[in-house]
Nanobody, 126 residues
Framework: QVQLVESGGGTVQAGGSLRLSCAASGRVFSTSKMGWFRQAPGQEREFVAAISRSSSTYYADSVKGRFTISRDNTKNTVYLQMNSLKLEDTANYYC????????????????????WGQGTQVTVSS
């Protein structure tokens, strides 16, 4: 069982930065593949970034070059550094974990992930 708790959300002006954190409980974090997703009101949850056990990273085109995902296995934590934020980045951001062997084929799919956090709100203002 893995429990995930996100933090670091808030309100920031366009062009600003935020760093989200996701703390995981349990002993399986180092063997888990992790992902960040986001969901805006009235929209489906969408993939943002993912990181493998060996720290290979994957990004949605909309955030590539602006967001960076990383993990610290000693702290059981995954991070999402968000720079050059845009109005359209406004959403509730969710951390997710999976131990699925299909990660490299399906890391952008919500159905791959077994565990989800409660979300943290990010609001980008003009």
């Amino acid at each position: 069982q893995v429990q995930l708790v996100e933090s670091g959300g808030g309100t920031v002006q366009a062009g600003g930065s935020l760093r989200l954190s996701c703390a995981a409980s349990g002993r399986v974090f180092s063997t888990s593949k992790m992902g960040w997703f986001r969901q805006a009101p009235g929209q489906e949850r969408e993939f943002v970034a993912a990181i493998s056990r060996s720290s290979s990273t994957y990004y949605a085109d909309s955030v590539k070059g602006r967001f960076t995902i990383s993990r610290d296995n000693t702290k059981n934590t995954v991070y999402l550094q968000m720079n050059s934020l845009k109005l359209e980045d406004t959403a509730n951001y969710y951390c997710a974990a999976t131990m699925s062997g299909s990660f490299y084929l399906s890391f952008a799919k919500t159905g791959l992930y077994n565990y989800w956090g409660q979300g943290t709100q990010v609001t980008v203002s003009s």
